[in-house]
């Protein structure tokens, strides 16, 4: 059986280092914001590119805190693409602003900077690219309209660990990024946990305050804040496994490259542009006859994931709160995406087998 993940597998070699770390955390007394939280704030922040990283619960709170960190107007809108994961909109509508879907390009699941630009109303105020997959979207055109328009730009980094484009790190492009250190993530966490990254002291401090009650000091909360803090024991984690970040998404990379070159034109593989540096957090092929291929492969001992079956304005809570919507594009993505297995709980044999075994399929 080759399994889609596999974490026990992909943690197994940082597990000796985080045991022999937790006894030194336990006698340090420091469990909630302590020097370890501080450490991998500065550290992931400088690997981005940027000044400042601030350790929160989770990716979506990330998104959140970033966006009520400027105090938009009530109700002002965000764009933000119609293909990504349900918990970017939610951000979106958790900090009191209004949600503004847009397609995306086929090509590569990401926004489309043309509607993008036909998108933006006098009640627009920023959008949210998501990197999708690994892939960067197009933050060059994306920040030329920004500016144009008076826009913020704030990164949904959820899967993209390490991703760049121009040399740049995902994370660095906009006013602010969220990343996510759910488990399964290139860089994942034992639980749940966020960051914020941002050149902006401004906003890293807002955010500071905003995560811990609205508390810059003890018992004195300036603002209406929230808990979300990015646990100690899950920073003692992530230090060590952020170690091996790269070498991971060089795995990734590679294992990509052998579908690549192996699978059959049939599957529509992700398209490699020169200058973008993909860290495959998923990789995805599409098929129309997606269900069939992904029913093939369990039989035959392949397990894959659809990322993800139903479009977020097909869901039942936004389609409350938008109304019916057409995006053609994300929809055609959905019904034909199949992710297959690429992380380190695999092996170069696994991958080649399932390269076979598809190319079988008829």
């Known amino acids: 059986m080759i399994v889609y993940e596999d974490l026990a597998v992909v943690n197994r070699p940082f597990l000796k280092e985080y045991h022999d770390c937790l006894d030194r955390f336990i ?21 981005c590119g940027v000044s400042f990283g601030v350790g929160v619960g989770n990716g979506l709170e990330a998104l959140t805190l970033i966006l009520k960190s400027f105090n938009f107007p009530a109700g002002a809108e965000v764009i933000v693409p119609a293909n990504t994961h349900f918990a970017t909109i939610l951000s979106v509508l958790n900090a009191g602003l ?34 999708m997959y690994g892939t960067c979207a197009p933050m060059p055109e994306l920040v030329e309209i920004a500016k144009a328009r008076g826009l913020r730009v704030i990164e949904d980094c959820a899967q993209a660990h390490g991703a760049s484009l121009r040399g740049l790190k995902a994370g660095a492009w906009g ?28 906003i890293a401090d807002r955010v500071r305050s905003m995560r811990n009650y609205g508390s810059r000091e003890k018992n004195v909360h300036v603002e209406i804040g929230m808990n979300s803090r990015l646990d100690e024991l899950q920073a003692v984690f992530l230090r060590i ?17 052998i579908y690549d070159a192996g699978l059959r034109r049939e599957f529509l593989r992700p398209v490699r542009d020169a200058g973008r ?3 495959f957090h998923i990789y995805a092929i599409r098929h129309p006859r997606r269900d069939e291929l992904k029913d093939y492969l369990a039989r035959r001992g392949v397990s894959t994931m659809v990322h993800y079956p139903t479009a977020p304005h097909k869901q039942p809570a936004l389609l409350q709160v938008i109304g019916q919507l057409q995006f053609p594009v994300t929809e055609n993505i959905h019904a034909t995406t199949l992710s297959l297995p690429v992380s380190t709980a695999h092996s170069q044999q696994q991958i080649e087998e399932v390269v076979n075994i598809m190319n079988r399929f008829d």
Do not use: I
């Open 27 to 47: 006698h340090d007394n420091r469990f909630v914001l302590g020097e370890n939280v501080s450490a991998f704030e500065s550290e992931f922040a400088s690997y």
């Open 277 to 279: 540096f993909d860290v």
């Open 241 to 257: 496994k952020f170690k091996a970040l790269d070498q991971m998404n060089s795995v990734r990379r590679h294992f990509a490259a």
């Open 98 to 131: 209004k949600p503004r879907l847009v397609d995306v390009a086929s090509k590569t699941g990401n926004l489309d900077p043309s509607l993008v630009s036909q998108s933006v109303s006098a009640n627009t105020v920023a959008m949210v690219p998501v990197h």
């Open 175 to 202: 006013d602010a990024a969220a990343f996510s250190f759910y488990p399964t993530k290139n860089l994942g966490a034992l639980g749940d946990g966020g960051m914020v990254v941002t050149n902006d002291g401004g």
